[in-house]
């Protein structure tokens, strides 16, 4: 278990970003595989090293949950087709159902516009000793609502708010809210997985041409591609006003799926190894009552 920490924490802090004034986005490869390299075989390599961590996750997670003190929000962001459900899902294999759980965030309904960017997350978060999954997130606020301004039109703000500081005000209030549930006991990590757009295209083909992938293609997406420079500037931005050391961002490259699952993996590690967790102590009132317990069972005829 040692051994695998220490990988995991390897791996996880040369794509972690906590102070966000240096970060740029051009330092961060999406085609990195930190050494490990693209020969016969690595994929099964890669999926062993996976099973080890999610063995060791799925250890962590049972403890999170008997001390029931706290709760951990992980937020995925990304491009169409970065592998932001595959991720999830294999990484979360191991762990009990009933420990997580997966909110997707969608366009906005009619309801929700008539509400603050936040309300829509609050019933969403996760409870003390449970692991939440956000699969897109109010992050979408400072993206796709940054790129699309129609949307932010369809928000219903006064117009004496929307001013040219809007995103930067959203900023601030999303860190403010990271901060108030750190503060509380949900800790929050985020994951941006960093497809490049060559890669993005060879998964889109991909789709078209493989029959069983046609389900997941859809004309939109690959609409969007044409706003690839405007959607990276917002990302860049993003993570430069919101990667904080309470609630860092993991910079995951994408471009090789076996990979970015060894970095989520790492992240998920990381954080919950930073919460000091253990399973309840029993004290001497519950040894007591153990030990009755243990005499009444084996004084059964
Ligand atoms: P899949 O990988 O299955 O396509 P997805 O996360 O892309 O999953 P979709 O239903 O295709 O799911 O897309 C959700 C859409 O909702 C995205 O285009 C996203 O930009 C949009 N969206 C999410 N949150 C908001 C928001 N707050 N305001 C506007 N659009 C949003
Ligand atoms: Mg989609």
């Given at each position: 278990m040692e051994k695998v920490l220490k990988k995991a924490r390897a791996f996880a802090k040369n794509f972690r970003v906590e102070d966000g004034d240096k970060f740029r986005l051009k330092d961060f490869d999406p085609n990195e595989t930190l050494g490990l390299k693209h020969e016969?075989?690595?994929k099964d390599r890669a999926a062993d090293l996976l099973q080890q961590g999610v063995d060791v996750l799925a250890d962590m997670q049972e403890k999170l949950y008997a001390q029931d003190r706290w709760g951990l929000l992980l937020i995925f962001q990304a491009m169409d087709a970065a592998g932001k459900d595959g991720a999830i899902k294999h990484v979360m294999s191991g762990v009990n159902p009933q420990g997580c759980q997966v909110f997707n965030f969608k366009a906005p309904s009619a309801e929700e516009l008539d509400h603050d960017f936040l309300w829509r997350s609050g019933k969403c978060l996760p409870e003390r000793g449970r692991i939440g999954i956000f699969n897109r997130s109010y992050y979408e606020e400072v993206l796709v609502v940054?790129?699309?301004r129609e949307l932010l039109a369809k928000q219903k703000l006064p117009p004496q708010l929307v001013t040219k500081k809007i995103w930067k005000e959203r900023f601030d209030d999303i860190n403010a809210y990271e901060r108030y549930l750190t503060r509380n006991g949900i800790a929050v990590r985020k994951f941006f997985l960093n497809v490049s757009r060559d890669e993005q295209k060879k998964r889109f083909l991909e789709r078209l041409e493989t029959p069983d992938k046609n389900w997941k293609f859809s004309v939109a997406d690959a609409q969007e591609r044409g706003h690839w420079d405007d959607y990276m500037d917002a990302?860049?931005?993003?993570?430069?006003?919101?990667a904080t050391d309470y609630a860092p961002w993991y910079v995951v490259p994408a471009d090789n799926k076996w990979f970015s699952r060894l970095v989520v993996a790492g992240g998920i590690i990381?954080?919950?190894d930073g919460l000091n967790l253990a399973f309840p102590e029993v004290d001497e009132a519950k040894r007591k009552e153990l030990a009755a317990a243990r005499a009444m069972l084996e004084g059964e005829t």
């Open positions: 016969e075989g690595i940054r790129v699309h990302y860049e931005d993003m993570i430069r006003h919101t990381e954080a919950l």
